[in-house]
């Protein structure tokens, strides 16, 4: 091998020059190249190692079990927070559309009895019912404006909303003796035509007599249900006031007028 300084010759194997003592491998391109390719090698194999440790550490049993405990409790909490969606969806279907009436006056005197009373659906903490959403609170309006409508009076109409949903913002006597009077009416005229003519006191009794028929809402009984769907709750119970507001109707006529409108009455 050839020395790059001296140009002696060397032996092949020689690593150092026998003339002038030079490095021989200094000047060996192919040399050079096999000691960084060695180097190299020792990195890539340092890195693989570190890397296989960290993996390792990463998975053994115990990291594998917090693993699964963190996916199944992600699982459950997704799975509750469905659940309640969909309860709440079944539950709070479509908000019932208020129909209100094109006459102002109406309106004005609509607002002015609702404010007399809370909302009695017992989830909207006693909101005023003439400024409340929900579709209890709006079948109560709907209630109030059926009345107004009927040109019935103040006073009648604030009595038959105490009757039926009670919830009187103050429980004067005004209202509770206007109830009285109202029903007391309602039961003496029964008595005069010989027949026990429906009052909003049966209502529970109606209401029990059936499921929801709207067939959509998931909720089993009537009583129970407040959907908005066609032929739903709402609806029913609408039809049902408005045949005890007849007040020609025996409670056993007006679940057979209902049963026949509607179905749903229970066998």
Known sequence: MKCQVCKYDNQENAKF??????????????????KRKKKKGRRAAAKEMEQAAIFKKLFTTKSLWIGATIVVGAFLIISIIN????????????KFIEQRNTNP?????????ASKFVCGCGGCD??????????????QREFIRDRVENSESDEKIIAAVTAKYGNL???????LKAAAKLLASERKFAEKNDNVVATYSDLDRIYNSFECPCGQCGIKELADCTCGHNNGAIEVKKFIDVQIAKNKLTVEQVIAEVDRVYGGKKF
């Open 17 to 34: 020059c026998e003339n002038c003592g030079h490095m021989l491998e200094d000047s060996n391109p192919n040399g050079i190249q096999k």
């Open 83 to 94: 659940s309640n969606a969909s309860r709440n969806s079944k539950n709070n279907d479509a």
């Open 126 to 139: 006693e909101d005023p019912l003439e400024h409340c959403k929900c579709n209890y609170a709006v079948a």
């Open 169 to 175: 913002k103050n429980e004067s006597e005004q209202g």
């Open 105 to 113: 006056l109406v309106e004005a005197k609509v607002f002015d009895i």
